[in-house]
């Protein structure tokens, strides 16, 4: 069994579109054993996906995030987490500041970017679209597919 957790800031835009489709290509590509969960740095609890991340995944993936609800990093997140998957250095930092044995298991989302085995220097950040335009959810859920894409290849050579 593997655990992936997504960390993003609030669990509303970011982190549930990689969770959804990680679970939907861990399961496409056979991926045994995969467990998928997401949360936020900031505590909130209980909110829905935001409205263009919504229609964003449903365009690119028929994918509905609809029943999606946010939440905030558990105590039991870290240490059941196999792999921690963050959008930025200042996710990274924090949650190493909160649990320091994540560490050997945190990487940043656009590590992925360039292909299945995770560059983990000069990695940039995936910006947050919330508040911005369609087309800005549209560029981060490119990125999000992207990485997600070769973080699957990455899970397949490991198994």
């Known amino acids: 069994m593997t655990r992936v957790l997504f960390l993003c800031s609030g669990n509303i835009c970011r982190s549930p579109m990689a969770e959804y489709y990680l679970r939907a290509r861990g399961a ?28 964003v995944l449903r365009e690119e993936t028929r994918l509905d995030l609809t029943p999606h609800r946010s939440r905030g990093l558990r105590p039991r997140d870290v240490p059941d987490s196999d792999l921690i998957v963050v959008m930025t250095l200042g996710h990274l930092t924090e949650l190493t500041r909160r649990a320091a044995d994540a560490a050997g298991r945190t990487l940043l989302i656009r590590g992925f970017e360039e292909g299945p085995e995770p560059r983990k220097t000069r990695v940039p950040d995936l910006e947050d679209p919330m508040g911005q335009s369609l087309s800005s959810y549209r560029t981060c859920f490119g990125i999000i597919r992207r990485c997600v894409d070769n973080l699957v290849r990455h899970l397949e050579a490991a198994s």
């Open 28 to 55: 496409e590509s056979g991926l045994v054993g995969l467990e998928v969960d997401s949360a936020g740095l900031l505590g909130i609890e209980g909110c829905g996906a935001s409205g263009p991340a919504i229609d």
